[in-house]
């Protein structure tokens, strides 16, 4: 049974020189979301892209991300358990290894939904 997205929201990102793009399609029945990432390099070495669900209560991590120049990230992602309503996403560019409960590195992109 085909159905459309229940929200599906796009933003431009950069990183260096590149650029490229964020897609969510997010839906609320299932509580799950569907994302592209498209566009990025690889990071640089000791670096790794992580993406963030954005709650009331603050960011919540979600994954690392693979990024490759030809190779789009497809990810498929249930909602957090804890942090409130989730309104929004981000992906940052971490220190690899990184386990910090918020955001330390440069910001990439931030989506509103």
């Not at 498209?38 to 991300?65: D, H, S």
């Not at 249930?78 to 971490?94: F, S």
Request: charged letters at 15%; glycine letters at 14%.
């Amino acid at each position: 049974v085909m159905r459309s997205a229940a929200l599906v929201r796009q933003v431009g990102l950069r990183m260096g020189e590149r650029q490229g793009g964020l897609v969510i399609f997010a839906d609320s029945r299932p509580h799950m979301w569907n994302v592209v990432i498209y566009g990025l390099p690889a990071p640089e070495p000791g670096k790794m892209c992580q993406f963030w669900f954005i709650t009331e209560t603050g960011m919540v991590r979600g994954v690392e991300v693979k990024t490759g120049e030809r190779t789009p990230a497809f990810l498929t992602l249930p909602m957090p358990p804890g942090g409130g309503p989730v309104m929004g996403a981000a992906l940052t560019l971490e220190p690899m290894g990184s386990s910090s409960a918020a955001p330390e590195g440069k910001e990439l992109a931030h989506l509103m939904l």
